[in-house]
Each structure stands twice: as structure tokens, then as C-alpha cells.
RNA sequence: GGGCGGAUAGCUCAGUUGGGAGAGCAUCGGCCUUACAAGCCGAGGGUCACAGGUUCAAGCCCUGUUCCGCCUACCA
């Protein structure tokens, strides 16, 4: 294979190459059984309908950076993937699509119907999943579930029955929330609520004689129509002793009772609340106290039922207007004052809910959210930011019986049967033939279908094969962390522990890994709406993968959404670039060789290999504690700004042979074993750069996948920190910094090559840059350097400090004296603050007898230290203003 | 109504034990120096939202205020 690399990093076709290598390498692959620790990850299943978008793109990377991270490692790691049969979403896929036939579910028949849907899903679902493989996603793919699996099917069918029986799960007639349009109840969680402006209606409903009456206060004049009493609270002095216990519901001209409740609240409108039992959760609570009918106005399809009357058969928001009209023209229509509510909408189609009285399934939560509660306090599962934990703690107190029942057809369909003879209610694993009290064949059963959820709070469990014991489960489960968004914390996660705690008896993940929302550049969430969606596909087009993957690494920081623009992953795009032109040069000098490091090393050397210490040391740490962001710029700090501006810069003489055949040697050894550990460490982050620039370097073998994690402790690499080395790089560094410095001020042109000199009364420093002359004339591009005690400034020269050390540039015929002494002016203006801060520390008495004596002792040598710079420079410049006026 | 988060350089944000205010981008100046102009070298830029308090010491801890964002709620 060839070591020459293209100018620049071309990303497309060496994504798709290399993706095709590891899986038909099996590298993805987990094992049932290994002697190697189980780590595991349960991916959060996408809808099957779902294309991706930026969330996905963040949650899959994150999820991605995990878990080959710990391959890396050495971990048996399993991260499982999957969709989400999503049914009312796929319902309504589908529904459109026989629409646009000219036909409908109805007139298909159900069992046509899921027909077609599993063909929809055969062709066109989980493009997803396709789409996950381009952000380069490891899940071992040959395990990947569906919810509507045969096997997790089972599972949920399983959970069902146990429910039933454990009578964790009931039926019942309750006000739940009903969406006319997908014709189905959904759960509390899938209404969203919005604040809009609309209008409070007084109505006024009078007494049968047709006298005043009692004025009432509603935003929806419309179920009016199923009222069947009007309420006043007990204590309203305004309605003690009413001349009739009964109101004229107007429109309809029915008498209705004038009830008392404690529950009305006086000081809203007028004190006087209209009753409509079928169509509000609470009335539905003070119909049921005083025994009243329920009364349905509106149907399931939205429109007004026979009880309203001549309404009949028009729309909700249609007979709103109607019967304000008609309000109006009799009278009734006291006055209209502007109010904000808050209206809900379905999660799905976003049509305006209409609470509704139906029979429906639920599952009794509490006992269940109390196990899930305990879990998290007691540390079982940890929640990360732990702020979480308090938005975690908040829904699970005050949780609700889950309506799970849906009145679809995609889904699964709820176990139970009804006996036609003698009403009995059989739930069962298997399906029964005939009733086991009656022993009547006539059986129906049941066509609800289970909320999508119900299925999906099984996950974890369920993909790996439950209710068999798998040895998938006894080696993945619980599995290692959880990594989502907080929009399903409720909806998902916190249900996964309650099923995962009553069903496996132990919690379904150790850690759960919350990560923020992705935005737009101006922090808006994104929406097709609003029209700033970024397509992470195009993205992945315009700037490759891995500058898309390290740009989202780059940006999760715990507990702060992530603001995504194009200019982002632009800037890091040309990350990815150095990478690969850092390889390019350094696979220049590796050739064929794969250099062990022996023999007596360069300062440079010392100091990169200390430095890859370091930032191997804090990558690791970093991401064990899930601060992907501080991983991510950690790894570009330590590649740009040390091994690319400093080491490669410093190295080059060594490896062009100009320092002898020895330094060469070991400089090669150093460069091949820093840029491979450097690709292993940045491999989980942007894994197809750093395979590509692995199959170049000469002494891999394999897929960088299959490397070992390096490790900076010494012991087991090799390499240690090396603070020694660090502080002698440091003092180079900046002998060096000082001259460019003064170059760059002066205007002076790198072609030119200056004279310099140091004067340092420390014995150690003088020997330091004596030794690496050579260095830093190269580096800082001096034709000569000399160095010597403290001693006459020499004339005509710019001036830098370092420490106790004074660096001169002699820049006769070449200075400009007035920029010269500016320069030093400025920098006494900073140390003069900076000086004033300490000395008024260093006056404080208190300080010196309270902060503790390393403290103390580090601002007395930094006062001491600055207030010499500040001397020396004070007295360069009265030389500079002599000679200026000289 | 309840709760949570945020306010730090022009922009986007780090700042995980209270003791140095930092990065990237943008800006300005200089460079085609044999990996990279998607680059190199250098520079400027801050009342850490506001007001108090604790402390020898506060971006960080406490109290209050303002403004943004989000979640939650059976507000007719």
C-alpha cells in the first residue's frame, strides 16, 4: 500500500470504503459471552418513519464516541440498534398514502391494512438506519430489533398479562385526551400545550321563569351543549338564596340543576361554572360527586353528536361560532373578555385536543414510579448532569395512571378478549378459544392496540431476547449508560426503569447520559416551520463525517444546548485537514520503518511525549465522566497547537538528518509513536481519518479499531509526564515566543535572520540555552545567539523578558525607537496592574495569617518575580528614550 | 401556579476543590519559512447581568432584582 497522501483530506469515498471494512470485519460485533467486561449501550430507538436530523446526529456520535472508546479498551461492547414501530406516526404514513389511492384503512380492513404498513416498511422504512451508518455509527447491526418483532412482541404481550394479573393494569370509563384526527386517545404526555390568545364568553343561563339566572364563564362555549348542571361554590354569598335550583340551558332549553362545589373558585368570572361531565377532567370529577349524566356533544371525529341539537353533524369549531351567534341574537351573550389559555395539541398531527369520556386501558403508575424513584436516589442508576435528577424526581411524584391504549390499528394488539355470553374479561399469553367460565367460543377481542411507548419502555430488556434468559442478558444487562435527549425523559427513559425494576428486578442502565437539544446558530430550535433546519446529510456532504462528528463532540457541554451553524463544522473541517497533512509529513520520514525509541531522547522529544501523557491521561478521564466537549478540545489543543505548531516544527532538522543519524532515529521513533497514539485517542471521535491514516503508517496492522488504548501512566507505556522536560520546553518556548514577538512588533520580515542575545543570572538557564542553541536559532531564526551573564544592555536592540532572563535583539539601523518604547510602555502598564493586585494581598495581614502558606508563598515569588520584570524593563526603556533623543 | 437552566471578549461558549479570566471564530499587522494559505508568526479586545452578603480571597458560595430560554400544571 502506499504511504503518499493526497494534498488534502478527501472524505467521501474513504467513509464509505472503510465503513464497508468494519462490518465485514465483524468489528461492531458483540459477544453473548466473553471474558472481556461488558459494556453496553441500547440505542434510543428512532421511528421507523423517522429521517435523521440533528439530534439524532448528536445522540448516535455521542453514543458512537462511547462505545469505540471503550473497544478500545479492550471492553466486549454491545451497542444495540433498532426502530420504533411509532404507530400513529406510521399510521398516518401510511393513511396519506392510501389516500392519495383514493381509498382508505376502512375500506382495506385491518388486516389488509398492517399488511400494507409492512410493506411500506419493507421499501421505504428505516432509511434511518442507513443514514445512521453514515455518521458512521458502530451497532452491531446483525442484532438490530424492530418493537414490532415477533420476539419483542412477545415481550410486550408478556408484560401485559403480568401487568393485568399483578393488577397493575385496568380498564375504565375516564375523561382522557382525544385526538379527532388520528381518532385515538393518547397519553397526558403526547398533548402538547401551547399559550394562545383567545376569549373568555360570559353566558348567561336563566332560571326557568326566564329571569336573571346565573351568568357563567367559559373558553369553550361549544360543549355548552353536554352540560348537565351549573356550579357555584357553597360559600358565594352571591348565590345563597336563589329564587330556583334550576338553570335553562339556553340553546337547548333543557333544565339543569344549580349544584354546589367547593371546587368552583370565586373569584373567577362570576363565580358560576357550567358542568360538562364528558368533556373536562374536572367536571368529569364533579360530575361524579353529584351523581350527574355525562352527556357527549362531540364525537370522535370532531363533529357535534344528536345530543347537540339542532348542531348536529357540524364541526367543533364550527358550532362554536354558531352558538355564539345564536347566543348573541337571544341575549345570552353577557360579554367576551380577551384571555390567554393554554390549548393542547396532538404530539402527532397537532390538532387541538378534545378531552373525552371513553373506555380505555390504563396501567396504575404508581407502584411502578415508586421503584423508579428509589433507583435514582439511591444511586442504583445515575443520572448525568445530575440536574436531571430533580426534573426526574418531579414527574414521578406527581405521575398519573398512563392511558395506554390506542384506537389505531398499527400497534400491538392488547391480549384481552370479552366473552360475548357472559361479559367475563380474559387477558392471556396465548390466545383462548373459548371462555373459561362460560365455555362459550363467542370471544372478541379486543382492537386497541398499546401506546408505542408501552413497547419501547421494554428495550432494553426486550431486544436481548427476554422473557428468555438469554446469556445476551445475563452479559449486557443492566446495561452500562443511557444516552438521550431530555425531550423523552419522561416518555421513555423514566418508564424504561419502571419496567426495566418490576420485570428484571434490577434497573435497565448504571448511568444515564442526558444531552442538550441541538439549535440553530441564533439558539432557535429548529423546525421545518421556521425553516432553519440543518440537514446533517448535507452537512456530512459539504465538510465529511468526522468534521460534522467533532464539531457535535466539540460543542455537547454538560447542560448547554448545542447551537449548530455550517461555519462550525467548517472550522473544524480544518482540523480534520491538519490531521491529515501532519500525517502527510510525518509518513515522509517513516517510510518503512517502525522505530522503538531508545537511546538519548531531544528536549522536543521529551517534551511531546510528556505532553501525550498528559492529554492521554485527561481524554480518558474526561470521557469516562461523559465531558465530551473537554475530550474533544483537549485532543485539538494537544494536536494543532503542540505536536503540529511546536514538535514538528522543532523536529525537523532531527528528521531531516541535519543533527545526525542517531537523533534522526530516535525524533522517527518519537513522531510514529506520537501520531499513532494520537490516532487512537481521536479515533473514537473521528474514526475515518484516523483508519485511513492508520492503513498508511507503517508498523499497523489491522484496523485501528483492534489497537490497544494507550495509556499515559508509565508504567504499562512507557511514557509518564515528565514535568522536568515541560518546564525546560517552556523556558525554549519562550526565548523563542520572545523574539518573534519582537519581530512581528517591528515589522521585521521572517526572511531576515537576527542576532540575539540572553543574559541570565541563573547558571541552569544559561546551560539550558546554550545546549539548545540550535533549536531555537531555528525556531525563532537567529544567524547567531549568544549567551551570557547579566551585563550592558547592548545598543540599538528590542528587548523581551522571560523570567529572570532579558533577551536583546540588535536591530541597529533597523529599530524603530518609537515603537520600541511604546511596546515596552504597554507591557509596564500590564505588570503595574498586575503588581498592584498582589502587593495589596501582600499588605493584607489577614491574608498572610489566614490563606495557607503555599498560597501566600506563591503570590510573594510572583510579586517578586514581576516587580524584576518591571525593573528591568523600566530601565530598557529610559535607554531606548536616550537613545531615541540621541 | 410550580420547577429548572442561562447571562463571562464583537460572536459562540469553556471555566468539574474559592487562590492565574480562557478557547474557537471574527478583527488587526506581518509572511507563499522545503506537511498544510483549509496554512504560519504575532497583536488587540473583559465592570464575569445588576445590588447586597459570607470570606484573608468570589466568575465560582448565600440572598434579592432584571432579562432570556425551557419543562410542568385538571387557570373556567
Known amino acids: 500500500m502506499s504511504t503518499e497522501l493526497d494534498k488534502g483530506y478527501e472524505p467521501h469515498d474513504v467513509e464509505k470504503r472503510w465503513y464497508e471494512f468494519w462490518q465485514k470485519e465483524g468489528l461492531f460485533a458483540a459477544k453473548d459471552q466473553s471474558e472481556q467486561k461488558a459494556y453496553s449501550i441500547v440505542i434510543p430507538p428512532p421511528n421507523v418513519t423517522g429521517v435523521l436530523h440533528m439530534g439524532h446526529a448528536l445522540n448516535n456520535t455521542l453514543q458512537d464516541i462511547l462505545c469505540r472508546y471503550r473497544r478500545l479498551k479492550g471492553d466486549n461492547v454491545l451497542w444495540m440498534p433498532g426502530t420504533d414501530h411509532a404507530g400513529i406516526a406510521t399510521q398516518n404514513v401510511v393513511e396519506r398514502q392510501l389516500a392519495s389511492e383514493g381509498t382508505d384503512r376502512h375500506q382495506l380492513g385491518r388486516e389488509k391494512f398492517i399488511e400494507r404498513v409492512w410493506e411500506w416498511r419493507k421499501d421505504s422504512g428505516g432509511k434511518i438506519i442507513h443514514q445512521l451508518k453514515s455518521m458512521g455509527a458502530s451497532c452491531d447491526w446483525d442484532r438490530e430489533r424492530f418493537t414490532m418483532d415477533e420476539g419483542l412482541s412477545k415481550a410486550v404481550r408478556k408484560v401485559f398479562v ?181 390549548v393542547g395539541h396532538c404530539y402527532r398531527c397537532h390538532t387541538v385536543i378534545e378531552p373525552n369520556l371513553s373506555l380505555q386501558w390504563f396501567v396504575k403508575a404508581k407502584p411502578l414510579a415508586d421503584k423508579a424513584l428509589a433507583a435514582v436516589k439511591d444511586g442504583r442508576t445515575k443520572i448525568i448532569p445530575e440536574m436531571w435528577k430533580n426534573t426526574y424526581y418531579e414527574w414521578l411524584e406527581n405521575i398519573r395512571d398512563w392511558c395506554i391504549s390506542r384506537q389505531i390499528w398499527w400497534g400491538h394488539q392488547i391480549p384481552a378478549w370479552t366473552c360475548e355470553d357472559c361479559r367475563e374479561m380474559i387477558v392471556a399469553m396465548d390466545d383462548p378459544v373459548s371462555c373459561p367460565k362460560c365455555g362459550s367460543t363467542k370471544l372478541l377481542q379486543e382492537t386497541d392496540v398499546l401506546d408505542t411507548w408501552f413497547s419501547s419502555a421494554l428495550w432494553p430488556f426486550s431486544t436481548m431476547g427476554w422473557p428468555e434468559e438469554t446469556r445476551l442478558l445475563k452479559t449486557f444487562y443492566p446495561t452500562s449508560a443511557l444516552v438521550t435527549g431530555f425531550d423523552i425523559l419522561f416518555f421513555w427513559v423514566a418508564r424504561m426503569m419502571m419496567m426495566g425494576l418490576h420485570f428484571m428486578k434490577d434497573v435497565p442502565f448504571r448511568d444515564v447520559y442526558v444531552h442538550a437539544l441541538v439549535r440553530d446558530e441564533d439558539g432557535q430550535k429548529m423546525s421545518k416551520s421556521k425553516g432553519n433546519v440543518i440537514d446533517p446529510l448535507l452537512v456530512i456532504d459539504n465538510y465529511g463525517t468526522d468534521a460534522f462528528r467533532f464539531t457535535l463532540a466539540a460543542f455537547a457541554a454538560q447542560g448547554r444546548d448545542v447551537k449548530m451553524s455550517e ?48 492529554v492521554t491521561q485527561s481524554v480518558e478521564k474526561q470521557l469516562d465522566a461523559y465531558y465530551f466537549n473537554d475530550a474533544a478540545s483537549g485532543l485539538y489543543q494537544f494536536v494543532w497547537h503542540e505536536f503540529c505548531d511546536w514538535y514538528l516544527e522543532a523536529a525537523k532538522p532531527a528528521l531531516y538528518g541535519q543533527s545526525g543519524e542517531e537523533a534522526q532515529e530516535s525524533s522517527r521513533a518519537v513522531l510514529w509513536r506520537v501520531l499513532r497514539d494520537s490516532l487512537i485517542l481521536l479515533h473514537p471521535f473521528i474514526p475515518f481519518v484516523t483508519e485511513e491514516i492508520w492503513h498508511k503508517l507503517p508498523g499497523t496492522r489491522g484496523s485501528v479499531m483492534r489497537a490497544v488504548y494507550p495509556s499515559g501512566d508509565g508504567e504499562t507505556a512507557g511514557i509518564a509526564p515528565d514535568a522536568e522536560s515541560e518546564a525546560r520546553m517552556e523556558t525554549v518556548m519562550g526565548v523563542i515566543t520572545g523574539v518573534r514577538n519582537i519581530r512581528g512588533e517591528m515589522n521585521i520580515r521572517p526572511s531576515m535572520s537576527l542576532d540575539a542575545r540572553v543574559q541570565s543570572p541563573d547558571e541552569a538557564v544559561r546551560a539550558l540555552i546554550e545546549k539548545e542553541k540550535e533549536l531555537i536559532s531555528d525556531l525563532a531564526r537567529l544567524k547567531s545567539l549568544t549567551v551570557e551573564t547579566p551585563g550592558e544592555k547592548p545598543p540599538s536592540s528590542a528587548t523581551a523578558i522571560l523570567d529572570k532572563s532579558l533577551i536583546f535583539v540588535p536591530l541597529e539601523g533597523i529599530i524603530d525607537f518609537e515603537k520600541e518604547a511604546a511596546r515596552l510602555e504597554k507591557e509596564l502598564v500590564k505588570l503595574e496592574k498586575e503588581i498592584s493586585g498582589l502587593s495589596k494581598k501582600l499588605n493584607n495581614e489577614d491574608f498572610l495569617a489566614k490563606a495557607p502558606d503555599d498560597v501566600v508563598a506563591k503570590v510573594k515569588e510572583k510579586h517578586s518575580g514581576l516587580s524584576e520584570k518591571h525593573l528591568k524593563i523600566r530601565s530598557n526603556l529610559e535607554k531606548i528614550q536616550q537613545a531615541k533623543t540621541a
Open 162 to 342: 403480568q401487568l393485568y394479573e399483578d393488577g397493575l393494569i385496568y380498564r375504565g370509563n375516564y375523561i382522557i385526551n382525544w385526538c379527532p384526527r388520528c381518532h385515538t386517545a393518547l397519553a397526558d404526555l403526547e398533548v402538547e400545550h401551547e399559550e394562545k390568545d383567545s376569549h373568555l364568553w360570559y353566558v348567561r343561563y336563566p332560571f326557568p321563569d326566564g329571569s336573571s339566572g346565573i351568568t357563567i364563564a367559559t373558553t369553550r362555549p361549544e360543549t355548552m351543549l353536554g352540560d348537565t348542571a351549573v356550579a357555584v361554590n357553597p360559600e358565594d354569598e352571591r348565590y345563597q338564596n336563589l329564587p330556583a335550583e334550576e338553570v335553562l340551558l339556553p340553546l337547548l332549553n333543557k333544565r339543569i340543576p344549580i349544584i354546589r362545589d367547593s371546587y368552583v373558585d370565586m373569584s373567577f368570572g362570576t363565580g358560576g361554572l357550567k358542568v360538562t361531565p364528558a368533556h373536562d377532567p374536572n367536571d368529569f370529577e364533579i360530575g361524579k360527586r353529584h351523581n350527574l349524566p355525562s352527556v357527549k356533544a362531540i364525537g370522535d371525529d370532531g363533529k357535534m353528536t344528536a345530543e347537540a341539537g339542532k348542531y348536529e353533524g357540524m364541526d367543533r369549531f364550527e358550532c362554536r361560532k354558531a352558538v355564539l351567534k345564536d347566543l348573541e341574537e337571544q341575549g345570552l351573550l353577557v360579554k367576551t373578555e380577551d384571555l390567554k389559555h393554554s
Open 567 to 614: 461555519k462550525r463544522v467548517e472550522g473544524y473541517r480544518h482540523f480534520i485537514n491538519k490531521l491529515w497533512n501532519a500525517a502527510r509529513f510525518s509518513l515522509m520520514h517513516l517510510e518503512q520503518s517502525c522505530p522503538e525509541i531508545k537511546g538519548e531522547l531531544s528536549l522536543p522529544d521529551q517534551w511531546i511525549l510528556s505532553r501525550l501523557a498528559r
